[in-house]
């Protein structure tokens, strides 16, 4: 839609706001049958005309004219990752885009041996892993998705076993955050631009060595603090 197309296209939305704004004014003062002279009814529009656009198209705009960033769990080409999409279904550019993890309730014998690669928690340099930064666009268009990269397994060489589980860091794969051992875990994924709410939702694992022993379920729901 051109520029022209849309002005107008708001100028009739305004003009059907308004139109509704009378007409409850008038059915109000009918009900109550208050005795209000026509002079005095027409100035009671006036007066009402600015305050309905600077409630509805001033400041209603800040809420509804903004980024709006969804996720949802999906499939990836690849086995072994889970991914999850990242959509903007806002009507403006979402920028200064993050996302984070948190895991709870993680312990040192939660994570795998890492001899041979970089690990930023491991059982030497362990702590908690909460609102951990991982890679994210800067910015998503209206529409655009994106996708984020949580969790991968690395298998066996005959690939009859999974070995560990791996997060990634704010660099990606190289180095990770860390190395899971089999077990069940809840990762809590938070994703946000500079305004609007973020989203945020939990994923449940369910990891064991088997050859097809990972489940992932996503949840709608922040991660209980």
């Not at 529009?45 to 709006?68: K, M, N, S, T």
């Not at 702590?127 to 209206?142: N, T």
């Not at 051992?181 to 060595?209: C, D, W």
Request: proline letters at 5%.
């Amino acid at each position: 839609m051109t520029r022209l197309g849309q002005f107008f296209g708001k100028i009739v939305e305004i003009l059907g706001f308004l139109f509704y704004v009378f007409l409850g004014t008038t059915v109000l003062v009918y009900v109550l049958q208050l005795q209000i002279e026509w002079p005095l009814l027409f100035t009671l529009w006036v007066a009402e005309v600015p305050i309905a656009v600077f409630l509805r198209y001033i400041l209603g705009e800040g809420v509804q004219d903004r980024p709006h960033l969804t996720l949802e769990s999906k499939k990836s080409t690849n086995a072994d990752c889970y991914n999850v999409e990242l959509k903007n279904a806002g009507e403006k550019i979402a920028e200064d885009c993050q996302a984070s993890i948190t895991l709870k309730k993680l312990t040192q014998e939660d994570l795998a041996e890492t001899v041979g690669f970089e690990t930023l928690v491991n059982r030497l340099n362990f702590h908690s892993i909460e609102s951990v930064r991982i890679p994210c666009p800067q910015s998503i268009r209206p529409d655009d998705t994106s996708m984020l990269e949580l969790v991968r397994v690395v298998r066996s060489d005959d690939n009859l076993h999974l070995l560990r589980l791996e997060l990634p860091s704010e660099k990606g794969w190289n180095p990770i955050l860390c190395a899971l051992q089999p077990g069940n875990y809840k990762i809590g994924l938070k994703a946000g631009a500079s305004v609007g709410k973020p989203a945020k939702v939990t994923i449940t694992v369910k990891f064991n060595r088997k050859k097809d022993g990972m489940r992932f379920r996503l949840l709608p729901t922040p991660l209980s603090r």
